[in-house]
């Protein structure tokens, strides 16, 4: 039986690609692609590749620059040299230091499927106040803004 290593579709470092590149196995970026690529596999974008695409596949791996929306159906990997602008959707995410990023970001399990992944902040705040000590005497119906949520309080000159 094949292995997956031997199922990679491979862009060259001087291949320019435009337009839809569907695959059932992986695919590595060397080179330049615009458009979009779909995968079953992994995406991979290599170091000094470049791509205007939309990019959907299992695994994607970015060490290269991205610009156009990714959705990685399990694991998205900015590398440190990667450069992304465009939309995130990932069951999750890894982010070297280095990597640069510029878009909005959608991450969770559920994130892939396209169900809600907002979470409620105000019972966080909650047990934050709780670790900061007793919560101070509130009016009625009202919760009390914490400390370090206030703006600064003016210095006196």
């Known amino acids: 039986m094949p292995s997956e290593e031997n199922n990679v579709t491979v ?8 337009g839809e590149l569907v695959l059932e196995q992986s695919v590595k970026i060397h080179g330049s692609f615009e458009g979009r690529i779909a995968s ?12 205007k695409a939309s990019l959907e596949a299992r695994s994607v791996i970015i060490d290269g620059n991205v610009e156009g929306d990714i959705l990685a159906r399990e694991r998205l990997t900015l590398s440190g040299k990667a450069r992304v602008k465009g939309d995130i959707t990932a069951a999750a995410i890894i982010v070297a230091e280095g990597a640069t990023y510029s878009g ?19 019972p966080r705040v909650q047990r934050l106040q709780n670790m900061n ?25």
Do not use: Y
């Not at 909005?104 to 409620?120: F, H, M, N, S, W």
């Open 133 to 157: 000590g007793p919560a101070p005497a509130t009016t009625a119906g009202t919760t009390p803004t914490p400390s370090w949520l206030q703006p600064p309080k003016p210095a006196n000159h």
């Open 11 to 18: 862009i060259a470092r001087d291949a320019k690609f435009k």
């Open 40 to 51: 079953q596999g992994e995406i991979h974008v290599a170091e000094g590749a470049g791509c």
């Open 104 to 122: 909005q970001c959608k991450v969770g399990p559920q994130a892939p499927r396209g169900e809600d992944t907002d979470v409620e902040v105000k």
